[in-house]
């Protein structure tokens, strides 16, 4: 079932980034998961995808526990069932969905390990559409150039998050993607923000009348806020290379505002 995150993958060498937090390592197909056994959710997840032979793989998998980790290490079904808590997918089920039919079945049918989920809310909108519609991008971008990339996506595990059936439900996620142009590194950072839409204090709630908020983030930021050590990520940010002043995270309002 496993061979991992791969840090040459790009041909310029990329390590899985690290989070300050202790972590156990689990390797899947083409992806691998940093679990946070004592928030019982993945701190870093990292995935390698390649444009040029990516597969349009039918929808198959179900959601299961790792038998790797304890039970009680992972946020399993308990946490999404009866509520407007939607289970979901970190690596996405299509990422590493690429080379032959059955080693892309094999890869896109590990991502329904709950190792590889987060709590996100239900009732998705316009924003939410803009986060699926920046993950969408990255993807095509990747089968249009022929081009390799590295993701990395995890929820921000802050102290502050609301608590609810065991868990704390975290209320902001990041993403990081990472390519070659020519013999350098180039990467994009992202942050997603659910704050306004989860309320825990009876139970949960869930507001569809609130947003999604998506920005697109200085890496440095990212990884200062989410307790991460990127290596090589931060200084090979588009977003600040390319002179935009001040560099700061900027709401996206639609993929047209991406700075690659």
Known sequence: MSDGYDSDFLGIPLPLPAHERPTTRLDY???????????RFAAVTGV?????????????????????????????????????????????????????????????????????????????????????????HVLAYAETT?????????????????PYRGIRVPLRFWKIAAWREGDALAAAGFVLDQTDLVDTRQGLTVSRLGAFRTFQSPIADIAA???????????????????????????????DDIVL
């Open 146 to 162: 022929d081009q390799r990339i590295a993701v990395f996506t995890a929820p921000v595990l802050d102290e502050a998050d609301p």
């Open 225 to 255: 806020e989410a307790g991460l050590d990127v290596g090589p990520l931060a200084a090979a940010d588009t977003f600040v290379r390319r002179g935009l002043r001040p560099v700061v995270a900027r709401e996206l309002q639609g993929v």
């Open 48 to 136: 390698v995808i390649d444009g040029a032979s990516l597969r349009d793989q039918p929808r198959t998998g179900e959601w299961r526990l790792d038998p790797r980790v304890d039970d009680d290490a992972q946020a399993g079904p308990e946490v999404y069932s009866r509520n407007d808590l939607d289970r979901g997918h970190l690596v996405r089920r299509r990422d590493p969905g690429w080379g032959s039919a059955s080693e892309a079945r094999d890869a896109t049918e590990a991502t329904f390990f709950y190792t590889n989920a987060a709590p996100q809310a239900a009732g998705f909108n316009q924003s939410k559409d803009l986060w699926r519609g920046l993950e969408d």
């Open 29 to 39: 197909p083409r992806f691998s998961v940093l679990l946070d056994e004592e928030r």
